[in-house]
């Protein structure tokens, strides 16, 4: 029979290790119950409003105030880190009185010194270099060497600063107004009317904190494209979705344009659509050209930054995502979800940029980007260098006889194979974006500089470039299978 006087020790010791794990317990579950409600406080308060923002709050400074996690991340935007096919690298430089800045991006036209041929006469054949972060797009443009060989209007501006207040101002409360006061100035004019590069207020109303589009070429560019669709009056701040509009914020200026008329107003050419033909045509019924290539005669176009025309055309727009869902992908902050405004390349954050969607190693994404890179690259060496044999043939044909016909025919051709071999250039993805899509670009501009070339010797082309695209692009008609 056992001893119950025996037995209390025993049971004294299975007795303290189970009320301290009993403690422990609970205490972790009150640690756990305090955690989600400090979360769930967190999720309700998603910034402490330290100060007013206004509608005149254009200091970025100001916002990171209410806003420190994503005004960190935006500073960080002076990060120079080059990628296999874009950003930079940091190149030093002897500060001078007209440009004091001390580093500058890589020269593109040193890397590529075709580029200067493709350009001749264009102030662009002067100065081009590797893109930087937001940080320096107002100061980039303020001392490139563009701006001592041309006279830039105050339209520049448009996609170089923080612009919604000075519009405002300069409109007296009306952006377009604003808008069109500004174009016009020389642009040492219009700089004096800004401060800063982009800022939060460009893209976020500083009420509700919603997204918003201030840049005028946007707001009228995206009207025209909708009612080319058949939809009036598209208001793009209260008839966009939210998803759309964290591609349309992007969108706002990364894209292609010309300065239309002696107002020097910004147009995006989007009137028949976003497609490179469509803005080709587009520019062909208006008579637009940039200037007059220096060796041809011929005039010609100058592609810009066509990210949203291209992204368009791709596989990542037809399934929804958006440029910010890749550029500026959410991150944890506690219990908030913020967007990171970081503003890079996904290949320097493929783990949130591309693994939130895509289930496999980091080494595979970013060997399926640089294997479409690769081969955009080297079509886009190919349409150049038959673009360059297409100007030299124009070059000596004008030496020969510069009021000939065919010369003229060849120098439509060119007008089409440049702005084609340059939308691809130009556009900041090597590809990426859309790929079939750079590709079929680039092989429509190497055939436009094979007929123009053709043109040369009395061959019979079709008159118009875009004509010569459509027939490329015609499916044969299909015929009875015999009996």
């Known amino acids: 029979m056992t001893d119950p006087v025996r037995s209390r020790p025993s049971r004294a010791r299975w007795l303290l290790p189970i009320v301290l794990a009993s403690a422990l317990g609970a205490v972790a579950i009150a640690a756990l119950l305090t955690n989600i409600f400090e979360r769930q406080q967190e999720a309700r308060n998603p910034f402490y ?3 007013t923002l206004t509608d005149t709050t254009s200091d970025p400074a100001e916002w990171g105030k209410n806003f420190p996690q994503q005004y960190d991340s935006y500073r960080r935007t002076v990060d120079m880190v080059y990628t296999r096919y874009g950003g930079s690298e940091a190149t030093p430089r002897t500060p001078t009185a007209t440009d004091p800045r001390a580093v500058v991006a890589q020269s593109r036209l040193d890397e590529d010194p075709r580029l200067r041929e493709m350009w001749a006469g264009y102030a662009f054949a002067q100065d081009f270099r590797e893109e930087r972060g937001h940080a320096y797009m107002l100061d980039d443009q303020v001392f490139t060497e563009r701006q001592q060989v041309a006279k830039q209007p105050g339209t520049c501006l448009h996609c170089h600063a923080s612009m919604y207040v000075p519009y405002m101002r300069a409109g007296n409360g009306d952006l377009i107004r604003g808008f069109e006061t500004l174009n016009p100035m020389p642009y040492a004019e219009a700089r004096t009317h800004v401060q800063h590069p982009v800022a939060c207020i460009d893209c976020h109303d500083p009420e509700s904190m919603q997204l918003r589009v201030t840049r005028p070429g946007f707001l009228e560019g995206i009207r025209a494209l909708k009612a080319s669709e058949g939809v009036e009056g598209y208001d793009v701040n209260t008839m966009a979705t939210r998803q759309e509009m964290r591609t349309f914020v992007c969108g706002q200026c990364h894209v292609e344009y010309y300065f239309k008329g002696t107002e020097k107003r910004l147009t995006y050419p989007w009137h028949r659509g976003l497609k490179v033909d469509s803005m080709l045509a587009y520019y062909e019924e208006d008579g637009h050209a940039d200037w007059t290539h220096a060796r041809s005669g011929a005039r010609v176009l100058k592609a810009q930054h066509p990210e949203f025309e291209m992204y368009s055309q791709g596989i990542h727009a037809r ?11 959410y991150e944890r902050s506690g219990a908030l979800k913020i967007s990171d405004h970081h503003v890079r390349s ?3 954050n493929i783990n949130r940029a591309c693994q939130t969607c895509h289930k496999m190693s980091e080494q595979e994404l970013l060997d399926r980007v640089v294997t479409i890179q690769d081969r955009t690259f080297e079509m886009r060496n190919i349409a150049i260098d038959a673009l360059l044999d297409l100007v030299r043939g124009i070059e000596a044909a004008r030496a020969r006889d510069s009021a000939s016909p065919l010369v003229a025919k ?12 340059d939308f691809v250039e130009a556009e900041n993805s090597m590809g990426f974006h859309a790929d079939q899509e750079a590709v079929r670009i680039l092989g429509n501009s190497v ?20 004509d010569a695209a459509a027939s490329s692009a015609r499916r044969p008609a299909r015929t009875a299978a015999a009996p």
């Open 410 to 421: 060849a120098q439509r051709y060119q007008k089409a194979a440049q702005f084609y071999a």
């Open 319 to 329: 399934s929804g995502v958006a440029c910010a869902d890749c550029h500026m992908p």
């Open 346 to 348: 996904p290949l320097l």
């Open 447 to 466: 055939n436009f500089s094979r007929l123009g070339l053709a043109a040369l010797q009395g061959a019979a082309v079709p008159d118009a470039p875009l």
């Open 49 to 51: 409003r330290v100060v």
